[in-house]
T-cell receptor, first 117, second 109 residues
């Protein structure tokens, strides 16, 4: 079974340019997460989707970041315009439908490494 | 205070050594707990979930102490291949997963 797919793997852009990242979760996983990971830090949640609904976007900087998951499957995260401080790894993760337990594994994609010059 | 705190390390240990990491969390209502492993320039992968009764998987043992609000990971008989960053993850409610900064482990030959 294919894992979480992300593209591109690497992206170098100049500041003030737009950039978009794409994620295709594991088939059947209704929960999708976008995380940002800076060097030496743990992943920080940007947005979580349950199917096509963004159920937690409290940490998404909405002035420049946007995300969509129109059909409840793949998702796109966009930054416009990018700033120097946006240089980081952007990770996508997905989880299967949750049961009564809160122990639900997240499966991560390989991430997109963004460098803003 | 951060919601989830870990000693960033690095912990440098010889092969065969036993090493333990702790992770503290601030939200007493946290519901579930995990250890993820992250290799350099790779994505995090689940190492083990941490249940109230504790759990063991081969050389790895995880414990949860709700009274003191910490979880631990014990690695026995360390291997070179155990070198990685170990991320503590706490579900603070409503599937809001908070990651610690990670603890770097280097196992030396």
């Amino acid at each position: 079974e294919a894992g979480v797919v992300q593209s591109p793997r690497y992206k170098i852009i100049e500041k003030k340019q737009p950039v978009a990242f794409w994620c295709n979760p594991i088939s059947g996983h209704n929960t999708l997460y976008w995380y940002l990971q800076n060097l030496g830090q743990g992943p920080e949640l940007l947005i979580r989707y349950e199917n096509e609904e963004a159920v937690d976007d409290s940490q998404l900087p909405k002035d420049r970041f946007s995300a969509e998951r129109l059909k409840g499957v793949d998702s796109t995260l966009k930054i416009q315009p990018a700033e120097l401080g946006d240089s980081a790894v952007y990770l996508c993760a997905s989880s299967p439908p949750s049961g009564p337990s809160s122990y639900n594994e997240q499966f991560f994609g390989p991430g997109t490494r963004l460098t803003v010059l | 205070r951060k919601e989830v705190e870990q000693d960033p390390g690095p912990f440098n240990v010889p092969e065969g050594a036993t090493v333990a990491f702790n992770c503290t969390y601030s939200n007493s209502a946290s519901q579930s707990f995990f250890w993820y492993r992250q290799d350099c320039r790779k994505e995090p992968k689940l190492l083990m979930s941490v249940y109230s009764s504790g759990n063991e998987d081969g050389r790895f043992t995880a414990q949860l102490n709700r009274a003191s609000q910490y979880i631990s990971l014990l690695i026995r008989d360390s291997k070179l291949s155990d070198s990685a960053t170990y991320l503590c993850v706490v579900n603070s409610g409503t599937y809001k997963y908070i990651f610690g900064t990670g603890t770097r482990l280097k196992v030396l030959a």
